[in-house]
């Protein structure tokens, strides 16, 4: 899809029906397949690409042996199929899923920066076509996080209502992954509505949204409606942390 406005590409992660079908309703797709037990083959891959279209973008995750970031033959060989089913998608986004053992300590960081160079590197002339978005997990603070994304310029896949009852918003977030919390499986109204304010009122061009929930196509839908009759040009969105207005009222209105 067109990147020349400022409105979102919304999608979900894993496969939803035909992908002729999907592509006609959504921009993006996340695909979690490299550690599977049928991992695709070549030639499925590329089908997937055909099938697709050439206006869905598509995410590849990373398989775990990469990022853990550890150095290893497994790693070898984890970045290798992930440079390869980037090649046979097409994809433009590569999701950096770092598990818990991935810890905030100077090795890790170092690790983890050289991951990021050996990813570009690797993609050769389409790095700059290329997005890489790191979702840490485990004892990362959201800021701490946001400083590291800078330093290997990558973008941040965070959840900014992992917490409803304090958001989290930062420019640095252009790959947004809503999941359910908290023993939920779908998301209230009111978490739609605040994300689609924040969407509107900070925008950045080609900011991806995945819904990687049970109900993931109709929420997504629904996020675009409330878009819809939004949609404009604003300033802002380029601060170093906002702490957005409503945030108690989040947490108290959860079982909408």
């Known amino acids: 899809m067109a990147e020349a406005d400022d409105r979102p590409l919304l999608g979900c992660a894993g496969m939803r029906g035909p992908l002729d079908v999907y592509a006609r309703r959504f921009d993006v797709l996340e695909l979690d397949v490299l550690d599977s037990k049928k991992e695709p083959k070549p ?3 590329r089908k997937w690409r055909t099938d697709a279209g050439p206006n869905l973008r598509i995410a590849i995750v990373a398989p775990r042996a990469a990022a853990l970031v ?5 790693l070898d060989a984890g970045l290798a ?3 390869e089913a980037q090649r046979l998608l097409q994809a433009q986004h ?7 053992d991935v810890t905030p300590g100077p090795l890790n960081r170092e690790r983890l920066a050289a991951l990021v ?3 570009r590197e690797g993609l050769g002339e389409a790095q700059n076509a290329v997005r890489i978005a790191w979702a840490p997990r485990g004892v990362w603070e959201n800021e701490d996080a946001v400083r590291h994304a800078e330093s290997m310029d990558v973008e941040l896949a965070l959840d900014p209502l992992a917490d409803p009852r304090e958001p989290f918003w930062h420019s640095r977030m252009r790959y947004l992954r809503l999941s359910a919390v908290g023993g939920r499986m779908v998301f209230p109204p009111t978490r739609l509505r605040w994300l689609a304010e924040m969407l509107v009122e900070h925008p950045s061009p080609g900011r991806v949204v ?3 929930t049970p109900n993931a196509p109709k929420e997504a839908r629904m996020l675009g409606k409330l878009l819809a009759p939004q949609a404009k040009t604003t300033g802002g969105g380029h601060g170093t942390v906002l702490r957005p207005r409503g945030a108690t009222a989040l947490g108290r209105e959860e079982e909408e």
């Not at 550890?70 to 497994?74: E, L, N």
């Not at 590569?94 to 818990?100: A, D």
């Open 94 to 100: 590569i999701v950096l899923n770092t598990p818990i």
């Open 81 to 83: 199929k992930l440079l």
């Open 210 to 212: 995945v819904f990687a």
């Open 117 to 119: 160079a050996r990813i």
């Open 70 to 74: 550890k150095p290893s033959p497994a």
């Open 43 to 45: 030639a499925t891959m």
